[in-house]
């Protein structure tokens, strides 16, 4: 027993170990960004447009850019996703179109990033003939984060109990003043998560807006939603690796507002769950 | 004379391959209280969501035989206007997460009621009718989980009532209560007995005993007898009922 | 008129219960359009296994070998690193560590999860690639190496997340009958849970890589991009995704090269479809 107590100590020693493989990096990133990146960070770097060949001057342009992208894909994929959620929740049955659907859900969420843009510049750009364009990005980003949106939503509804459903049906409401009036009430909370975590993933994709919207450099602010439009996530790579000579300050600058966005999106949704726990009333 | 209100013959139902109810036929009269007792998974649960077809949410539900309600097949009836004459009081309270008012105005809202007044009077009238009102009068905007388990119930009765039901279906409603509670709603059950038909399912025999005119025993989906409950209760006809009367099994 | 307006709306849920499938027919049918038309030209065997890639020169030659073999070996690398440490950690948070510091090590790798990919490239870039190029004295950092460490980064978070739900999924009994025999925590864990949850760590596993294949940006920006069959992994390469991604920029729609980056969005397309569907098997298969 004495040895494979000792095993044991071992062994979660090095479990333990692997886990601070991971977490720790992770630390170091964000510490490490924030620490070069502050500096950078001024009232000009974030309200004036990149100047010198993007080598001075501020990222507003792709702030604006990013913003118009994730609401659009927003406004795009929330009422789809909402409606198919409430399909698998509330309509689907226990059959073979149900699985289908939940597999091609699994499936668009493991579509690498470059395929939809891929998908996006074939149908939305050439096809539709949207252009290069803030459209066009738009609607690519909402097909991609529409299964988080789906799931996310879902789960909310289905945490719905059961039995408010049949409560409601036996007062002689029908399927869909039940659904209106007591399940998507309760599930409100859940439903904002999952469109908060949908922006976030969609402000941070650079590989599906690279031939749909992106603009390598434009000092301006879009007009219309057919202009081309400058991305938050595209202009750090590019001053990563397109422009040389780039001030050091300017580039994690840039990844210290995209990833402040990006967490603080995620943070928000933590917070919305966190307190729709504390206070659910049943 | 009484009035026949909901009429079964030779009802069977099935979950996927296993019956539920095997050649129920059965009736309900209006005012009176049909207690129905047997043990669990004698299909006197599915006998009485059967009677505002709520099995029909179970997608391998399956049924033959028919169930009438005023003469009409209850299946060709449109079933929210069904659910809306035969109400329903679950086993445990199950407060909508609403306000107390908007609890009781569920149901009348859904079916079109949008007069501010019409609802106050509804809501007052129905929570009367519970014996709720005096306790609740005051703070009909508070949650409705805020009050305690026998009131709630005691909502979910007025909740029932509010959307003028015929039929009213109590399934176990007091297997969450404390016995003081437990009387309170025996007492607004017996009171509302005149105006309304009202069916009892209850796993506890000496409140069928109190509360039913009539009392049907069930055992594994079968009908075994239904007789007067003074009759049953004295002079069983089949000795199994005796049995479980006299808590030999169940 | 109720009845008809919810009768509208229910159609209308049907319809967008549907969507996830129209829009993955939809995406594989564009991509066929765009990417079969290269097949004119060059066999799909040329095609897959032609060793080289020039997509620009006079006739083009568009052999995608290099980059699927780059694409294999950055995986492979970032599997031999992610798999261990990603599982030993499932295993830590879902049986080891303490409440308060689970609650901490999963907000942690939530973190990481949410990171864009073009800041852990830049990172990689800044921080990564100057060290391996001293480590090893190379004369660039850019290599499939560091491909790899920052791709196996990547894979963690699904790995982990995957792998923590299937060992949490397991029936407590399984554990506390093995407990209950005398085995101590660590046997039962090693003899008892991880068997059981097997599948779903296949799953886990499975999924990571799926996401390691797709990723872009970071592996566009650290792998030092060069088209030509690798031959060690400290050597730049480029895969099937940064291909795509560097060279869309350039390419005329309708031009040869045009045709051969969807193809190989096709290529990618597939990977990733047999990879959701053969871990949604194991997802799906419960030993208990």
Redesign the interface.
Known sequence: MVS??K??KI??F???L??L???V???L??V??IKKGIGAISWQFLSDIPRQGMRAGGILPAIVGTIYLVLGALIFAL???L??A???S?????NYLTR??K?????????????????G???FV??FKFGTSILSGSLTLG?MI??VI?TTSREALESVPY??R????????????TIR??VL??AIPGILTGAILGI?RA?????PI??TVAAFYLPQMPKSIFDQAMAL??H??VI??QVPNVD?KI?YGT?LV??FL??FM?LIAIIIRYQFRKQK?? | MVRTKINIKNLNIWFGDVPALKNLSIKIYVNEILSVIGPSNSGKTTFLRMLNRLNELETNFKMSGQVEFDNQDIMKMNVELLRKKIGMVFALPLPLPLSIFDNIAYGARMHGVKNKKKLQQIVEQALQKAYLWDEVKDRLDVSAFKLSGGQQQRLCIARTLAVEPEVILFDEPCSGLDPISTAKVEEAMLKLKKDYAMVLVTNNVKQAARVGDSTAFFLSGELIEVDKTDKMFTVPSDKRTDDYIRGKFG | MRKFKEFLIEKLILICGLASIFFVVLIFLFLLKEGLAVFKTVSPAKFLLGSKWYPISEPPQLGILPLILGSLLVTLGAAVISIPIGVASAIYIAEVAPLKLKEILKAGIELLAAIPSVVLGFIGMVTLVPWVKNIFHLPTGLTALSGSIMLAFMAMPTIVSIAEDALYSIPKSYKEGALALGATRWQAIWRVMLPAASSGILAAVMLGLGRVIGETMAVMMITGNAAVIPHSILQPTRTLTATIAAEMGEAVVGSEHYFALFAIGIVLFVISFGINVTADIFLHKRKW
């Open positions: 494979s107590k095993t044991e062994a979660f090095l479990l333990f692997a886990t493989l991971i977490v990096p992770v630390g990133i964000v490490i960004i009422p789809i996703g409606l198919a409430i399909y698998l509330e309509y689907a049955k226990d289908i659907i597999l091609a859900i699994v499936n668009l969420a493991g579509v690498p990033s470059v395929v939809y843009g891929l998908f510049l074939a149908i050439v096809f097909i529409l299964p789906i039995s408010f049949e409560a409601s049906l036996s007062l002689g409401a029908s399927k869909w003043q009036h007591i009430p309760n976030g402000a941070g994709e650079t590989a690279l031939f996530p595209y750090l790579y990563s690796t050091e580039r990844a995209l990833l990006v967490l995620n009333k049943w």
